[in-house]
Structures are given as structure tokens and as C-alpha cells.
């Protein structure tokens, strides 16, 4: 049974940086197709970023420029790097990860996901 665990949430200035951690147990990671996603009070779950088995990487506007998803199979665990950090970044953040085999495009809805953990709290203060 797959298990992602997120870690790295916390509190930070406006401006400032966190680095968010996915690990994962179980199943084979390297496989994996991995997207962050994040969710804040009273809206939908949206998607951010993702990386391919291959390590291919595509972002979403909000976070383009900013972000940058990056996973390490020997550690079976992906990372999603957060610069100049604002306050609407506010959420829970969360890793997904799928299994893939062979080409598929870039996965950007939650129901495309078979793994998740459990979400970590990044606040951004103003």
C-alpha cells in the first residue's frame, strides 16, 4: 500500500521561502507521476505543479516563476520549493502521486490521483 507523508509546512513572511517534502513508502516511486496541490478555507482543490516519471515539470500560472517541483527517487520523496511566498498562498498543501507507465500527458485533476497525503499547513503573513 502506497503512503505519502507531506512535511515542511509552517509559518512565514510575506516574501519569504519554505520547502515542502513528500515521502513516499510503498509501490514504486519512481513510476510515479507526483503534483502538488493546495486547498484554502471554503474552496476547491487546485492544482499547482507536476512532474512526470521522466521528470518533466509544468506549472501553473499562480505559482509559475516562484515554485519549482523537484523529486529524488533514490529518497522516494518530492519536494515542491516555495519562493516569494504571499499571503494568498495561504492553504493546506498537499502531494499526489499515480502510477504511470509508458508517455501520458500532464494530470491536473484531483480524480486523477490514486495517492495522497495527508496535507501540511503553509500560513503567509502579510
Known amino acids: 500500500q502506497v503512503q505519502l507523508a507531506e512535511s515542511g509546512g509552517g509559518l512565514v513572511q510575506t516574501g519569504g521561502s519554505l520547502r515542502l517534502s513528500c515521502a513516499a513508502s510503498g509501490g514504486t516511486f519512481s513510476t510515479y507521476a507526483v503534483a502538488w496541490f493546495r486547498q484554502a478555507p471554503g474552496k476547491e482543490r487546485d492544482w499547482l505543479t507536476s512532474?512526470?516519471?521522466?521528470?518533466?515539470?509544468n506549472y501553473g500560472d499562480s505559482v509559475k516563476g516562484r515554485f519549482t517541483i523537484s523529486r529524488d527517487n533514490a529518497k522516494n520523496t518530492a519536494y515542491l520549493q516555495m519562493n516569494d511566498l504571499k499571503p494568498e498562498d495561504t492553504a493546506v498543501y498537499y502531494c499526489?502521486?499515480?502510477?504511470?507507465?509508458?508517455?501520458?500527458?500532464?494530470?491536473?485533476?484531483?480524480?486523477?490521483?490514486?495517492?495522497w497525503g495527508q496535507g501540511t499547513q503553509v500560513t503567509v503573513s502579510s
Open positions: 499526489a502521486a499515480t502510477p504511470t507507465t509508458g508517455w501520458r500527458p500532464f494530470l491536473y485533476s484531483p480524480q486523477q490521483y490514486d495517492y
Open positions: 512532474i512526470k516519471s521522466s521528470g518533466a515539470t
